[in-house]
């Protein structure tokens, strides 16, 4: 007996000596020697927590240093199987779950990694971070597949249980993420009552300051994007100042002077502040471009870039590539209304080379970078390729309002092509009078805009001034700039088309000056034509020529661009409907924005 103690000892020297040396290669990384002394433990026959340990320890080094990924699940897979049935609660049956699930999920074999959290999740009771852990994990697993209903049943569960553990904090974090997902979903009920609950607490919180500052933000951005969701430019201003206030609070604030406690299941971070800052730069991006300040929405872009860019020297995360295709998104469109088509066609190139970085996003983006495609093919007079895109962009689209708004320039695409019928086809999805609650009141009112422009293309005046109004009346109540500028011009030209002058002046010259702060160049060269043949018919020589002056410029300035733009190899975009992106398009963009 006393020969087998001493071996079993030297065994666990054995396993001491070399778990140490491995470390010291890995510190080094000299990675190659810190596997072989890894693997050097399973000659020596361990004990199943300590082979299991090991196995997860080799799983981890291949997954990060190597592209070895079948050899890194066989070593993960082996670490589950030893320690999810040992009974003692060990942090490596959990890691192993985590790891092992979230390295499916990246395969594409998500529907592997379900049953491997559910146990880990369901035996994990006893040990608060980890239980909160995998939580979270699991109801990220099912909202990346649409699964909200089940992502927030876990989330409600993760608050309750982390209530029972006294943790204010990371019950605060279970129900925000709840209300991100239920906004998602747009539940907009539940989310006033969510989002309602939880700013109740923060506004009592006693805690850190950090916390409290970092909760607020996440609590803010749910807030912001619940209006802007909903259409409500006007609305959300308090509300996105207050979040402008919170993140300049935030980072002034030194985490190490102000400790976040040492409560295990408080270990919970929701972003760094690095990434607030980019993410509040982003709502103050799609706040712009609702709201129609195009110049603001430009400016806070190229800031939110610059940062992107600095970011991913340090840590390529994956959430930066999203924030980074969201905000290309946005500045495409502004480029677009700016008469910039170049520079439009070349980032939503520079779109898809950030989606091929994270082949993720081809499929969570897909239908926006068609829908975008569909716009630019609109603006270059190129309506087969842009019904194109908007179909391509239709069959990909899970959101609603997303739909919604591609059915309204579809039916624009028709108009101007003459294509009544198609037009016709399309009435039902876009009526605005049936539209449901959940859709947004900027597309509602959108919805109008393009009934009223239907009825001025069939010459039923009183019908078009009718649904002009309501547009008017809807963009007015929260601050929607370019639908008022765009609604304006149409009605100046059908009082023109009416003998009316005096009117159409009242309705034009608004128009230009709305159209020019935001600016719009379309419609401030619709609104010039139009101002030159009114001055004309009053006989006013000196405005008349202004309106000349002016026409002629922004006419020469989008022919110019027009012909700039179709002369880019990234024009041929416009052709892709299927497969993958034709990344051989590139010319001088993509070199130099990579």
Not at 10 to 22: K, S
Not at 79 to 105: C, I, N, P, Q, T
Not at 168 to 197: C, H, P, W
Not at 357 to 386: D, K, W
Request: charged residues 20%; glycine residues 4%.
């Amino acid at each position: 007996m006393a020969a087998n103690h001493k071996s079993s000892d030297f065994d666990q020297n054995c396993y001491t000596a070399l778990l140490g040396l491995a470390e010291s290669y890995r510190t080094v990384s000299n990675i190659r020697h810190c596997i072989h002394c890894l693997k050097s433990v399973f000659n020596l026959s361990p004990p199943p927590s300590v082979e299991a340990r090991t196995h997860l320890q080799l799983g981890n080094l291949l997954l990060s240093h190597t592209k070895n990924i079948d050899l890194a699940r066989q070593h993960l897979e082996k670490a589950w199987s030893l320690s999810s049935s040992l009974s003692h609660h060990d942090d490596v049956k959990f890691e192993a779950a985590s790891v092992l699930a979230a390295m499916y999920e990246k395969q594409g074999q998500a529907d592997l990694g379900k049953p491997i959290l559910c146990k880990a999740k369901d035996i994990s009771q006893q040990s608060p971070f980890w239980h909160c852990r995998l939580l979270f994990q699991l109801a990220q697993m099912h909202a990346s597949k649409r699964e909200f209903n089940e992502a927030c049943v876990l989330l409600g569960s993760g608050a309750e249980y982390a209530s029972s553990a006294n943790s204010q904090y990371t019950t605060l974090l279970f129900l925000l993420s709840k209300g991100m997902l239920l906004l998602i979903n747009r539940d907009a009920l539940q989310v006033n009552e969510t989002l309602s609950r939880a700013g109740s607490m923060i506004e009592q919180w006693t805690g850190p300051s950090v916390q409290k500052e970092s909760l607020k933000v996440f609590f803010l951005v749910l807030q912001v994007c619940h209006y802007l969701t909903a259409g409500q430019v006007k609305s959300v201003k308090p509300a996105l100042k207050q979040l402008q206030q919170s993140i300049q609070t935030i980072t002034q604030l030194h985490t190490d002077e102000d400790p976040v406690g040492s409560n295990q299941i408080d270990m919970f971070q929701w972003l760094p502040k690095e990434h607030m800052c980019v993410l509040v730069y982003l709502v103050t991006v799609m706040h712009s471009m609702q709201a129609g300040y195009m110049d603001k929405a430009q400016k806070y872009t190229d800031k939110a870039l610059m940062q992107i860019e600095k970011l991913k020297m340090l840590d390529a995360h994956p959430l930066l590539s999203s924030f980074q295709i969201m905000l290309l998104e946005h500045i495409v469109m502004c480029r677009l209304i700016m008469g910039n088509k170049t520079t439009a066609i070349q980032e939503i190139f520079q779109a898809c080379h950030v989606c091929q970085s994270q082949p993720r996003l081809f499929s969570t983006h897909g239908s926006q970078i068609h829908t975008l495609l569909g716009l630019y093919a609109m603006s270059v007079n190129c309506m087969e390729a842009a019904e194109a895109q908007f179909l391509t962009a239709l069959k990909k689209s899970e959101s609603t309002d997303l739909s919604l708004f591609i059915n309204m320039n579809l039916a624009i695409v028709f108009l101007r092509m003459g294509r009544q019928d198609d037009f016709l086809g399309l009435l039902e999805k876009i009526d605005p009078e049936k539209m449901e609650q959940s859709n947004s009141h900027s597309l509602k009112a959108a919805a109008y805009y393009v009934q009223g422009l239907q009825t001025f293309f069939q010459a039923r005046y009183n019908e078009a001034k009718r649904y002009l109004r309501e547009t008017l009346k809807m963009a007015n109540a929260e601050d929607l700039n370019r639908l008022t500028s765009c609604s304006l011009v149409l009605l100046g030209h059908i009082f023109l088309s009416l003998g009316n002058s005096r009117e159409s002046l009242n309705m034009v010259t608004p128009a230009m000056q709305l159209a020019g702060k935001i600016p719009d160049v379309h419609v401030q060269l619709w609104a010039s034509s139009l101002l030159k043949d009114l001055y004309q018919m009053s006989g006013d020589k000196a405005n008349e020529e202004e309106g000349c002056r002016l026409h002629t410029s922004f006419s020469a300035s989008l022919l110019k661009d027009l012909f700039q733009s179709t002369q880019l190899s990234e024009h041929g975009l416009i052709q892709w409907t299927e497969g993958p992106c034709p990344f051989h398009l590139n010319t001088s963009s993509a070199n130099a924005i990579m």
